[in-house]
């Protein structure tokens, strides 16, 4: 009886939820945002849950709608969100001529970003960890057909 062995082939993929990054002479040529407004602003100095709760409040709603659900929420992040969906709003307006009477919050990101690392000093020369968390957000606004 012969035995015959045969080795398998291991094949390593990548396995990435994110699509490639393009350049902006790629975006260009593929026509990449041309129906959209959109702004960002990255490591602000607000935690990415407690940015969430107001996040989750404006998703899908209707531009002037979520600028005023933004503007009277009592938290520390709505003032950096309402600079953010003015400055998608003028994105979409004035680079993508597109009718700000149909702008919408299409999506909506509050992703954590980098944690600062401190020590608070305690007693008998002992330390404590501080972390001070930061977020990124960003906004995409779109036209309802």
Do not use: W
Not at 123 to 137: F, N, Q, V
Request: one cysteine or more.
């Amino acid at each position: 009886m012969e035995k015959t062995t045969e080795k398998k082939e291991k094949t390593f993929t990548r396995k990435c939820n994110k699509a490639p990054r393009l350049t902006k002479k790629q975006r260009k040529e593929l026509g990449v945002g041309k129906d959209q407004g959109r702004a960002s602003v990255d490591n602000i100095s607000i935690s990415a849950s407690k940015a969430k709760l107001v996040v989750d409040l404006i998703r899908g709603k209707d531009y002037e709608t979520a600028l005023a659900i933004v503007k009277n929420t009592p938290n520390i992040v709505t003032e950096t969100l309402e600079k953010l969906l003015i400055s998608a709003r003028a994105n979409a307006v004035n680079n993508n001529n597109l009718d700000e009477s149909k702008l919408y919050v299409a999506e909506i990101y509050a992703n954590q970003g980098t944690t600062l690392k401190r020590i608070k000093a305690l007693s008998r020369g002992s330390a404590a960890r501080i972390k001070k968390r930061t977020c990124h957000l960003e906004v995409v606004l779109k036209e309802r057909v």
